[in-house]
């Protein structure tokens, strides 16, 4: 069975770093994509950044050149480093997996990254 977790939120200030884990059960060799969500109370969860099994990825235009999706299959763990965190980056950030195509059909539970001004 599936279960993807993640790792690595909390407070910092502005102009800070994260790096987000989330780590799969199960081997994530067997997802063509694994992506990072993220969502604010009373707002949809939206796309954050994207990654493929052979390492192509693609970002919200909010979060280009801040933000690096990556993943090591051998690990069975995905990362999203995030630099240069800004107030509007707060929320709660979720790994998701697919099989093939967004959206995934597997979610972790979240985790909070707030960031203050």
């Known amino acids: 069975q599936v279960r993807l977790v993640e790792s690595g939120g909390g407070l910092v200030q502005a102009g800070g770093s994260l790096i987000l884990s989330c780590s799969a059960t199960g081997s994530s060799r067997s997802f063509a994509r694994m992506a990072w969500y993220r969502q604010i109370p009373g707002k949809q969860r939206e796309l954050v950044a994207q990654i493929t099994r052979g390492g192509s990825s693609y970002y919200v235009d909010s979060v280009k050149g801040r933000f690096t999706i990556s993943r090591d299959n051998a690990k069975d763990t995905m990362y999203l480093q995030m630099t240069s965190l800004e107030p509007e980056d707060t929320a709660t950030y979720y790994c998701?997996?697919?099989?093939?195509?967004?959206?995934?059909?597997?979610w972790g539970q979240g985790t909070q990254v707030t960031v203050s001004s």
């Open positions: 998701g997996a697919a099989l093939f195509t967004l959206p995934p059909g597997y």
